[in-house]
């Protein structure tokens, strides 16, 4: 993945980093925390019916040349890319979403980085329960501002769950599983044409949209906004008319 369009200047200029990146933990934490408030998890272009590229040149003039952000496929093909120029070894991940009782393939794209003898698991795009920052795979249970995570893993299977802070019950929500195994971008073609076409795909059916912020993050999901700041949920329903506005004004973002 070495896409002519990406430019590393104008990716930490996107995303409002501070200072000047290394392959270090340091960096790969600020570059995570900072995208995810930066570049919203969004399927504006899904929902309107357009064409999803997932080839990394579309991707970097997508989120760099318009200030837009993505689904998953995206946005951490974006921090990849990031990865890339900055030399932090990584592998991008299949990981199966985790749906009721329903097992679903590996259609999600997450990015496990490999710094400072440690495995981190990134993923900038998985909207309402996403990771805030990278997650430690040898860790336990890991805060992340008012939010809880965890792993639990066997015969070489990890499953990633939360609890967010501000939701009333305590009970851990299981976001996915998935293995070491190394994908390519390529492995996420036949994902990617269902998820933006098929219309019993999610991101057809429904508007979707996440963006955090320093205290919590803001979801809207068809006309539900739900915010979470300071470990408090608030939710309301949303009139046709302000779901234009709102989109602007808290993702950053035209429909």
């Known amino acids: 993945?070495?896409?002519?369009?990406?430019?590393?200047p104008a990716y930490l200029e996107r995303i409002g980093f501070e200072g000047r990146p290394a392959p270090d933990l340091a960096t790969l934490r600020q570059?995570?925390?900072?995208?995810?408030?930066a570049v919203p998890f969004e399927n504006l272009d899904v929902q309107a019916g357009r064409r999803i590229s997932i080839e990394p040149d579309d991707v970097a003039a997508k989120i760099l040349g318009t200030e837009r952000g993505g689904y998953c496929y995206e946005v951490n093909s974006l921090f990849a890319m990031a990865c890339i120029a900055i030399g932090i070894p990584h592998r991008i991940l299949g990981a199966r979403p985790i749906v009721g009782d329903t097992r679903r393939p590996r259609s999600h794209m997450i990015v496990l980085a490999f710094v400072e003898g440690g495995?981190?698991?990134?993923?900038?795009?998985?909207?309402?329960?996403?990771?805030?920052?990278p997650f430690n795979l040898a860790g336990g249970p890991q805060v992340q501002d008012f939010d809880t995570y965890r792993v639990v893993s066997a015969n070489d299977e990890y499953r990633i769950e939360c609890r967010l802070g501000g939701d009333e019950s305590d009970e851990w929500n299981g976001l996915y599983t998935f293995n070491l195994s190394?994908?390519?971008?390529?492995?996420?073609?036949?994902?990617?044409?269902?998820?933006?076409?098929n219309p019993e795909a999610i991101f057809i059916k429904s508007l979707f949209l996440c963006r955090h912020t320093q205290t919590g993050r803001h979801v809207l999901f068809g006309d539900?906004?739900?915010?979470?700041?300071?470990?408090?949920?608030?939710?309301?329903?949303?009139?046709?008319?302000?779901?234009?506005r709102t989109v602007r004004d808290l993702f950053g973002l035209s429909m």
């Open 119 to 133: 495995e981190w698991i990134c993923d900038t795009g998985y909207g309402r329960f996403g990771l805030r920052q």
């Open 31 to 37: 570059m995570m925390q900072r995208q995810v408030r």
């Open 224 to 244: 539900n906004l739900k915010t979470y700041d300071n470990g408090r949920l608030t939710q309301r329903t949303l009139a046709p008319q302000d779901i234009p």
């Open 1 to 8: 993945m070495h896409p002519a369009r990406f430019s590393l």
């Open 182 to 197: 190394p994908f390519e971008t390529a492995d996420f073609i036949p994902a990617n044409y269902y998820n933006s076409t």
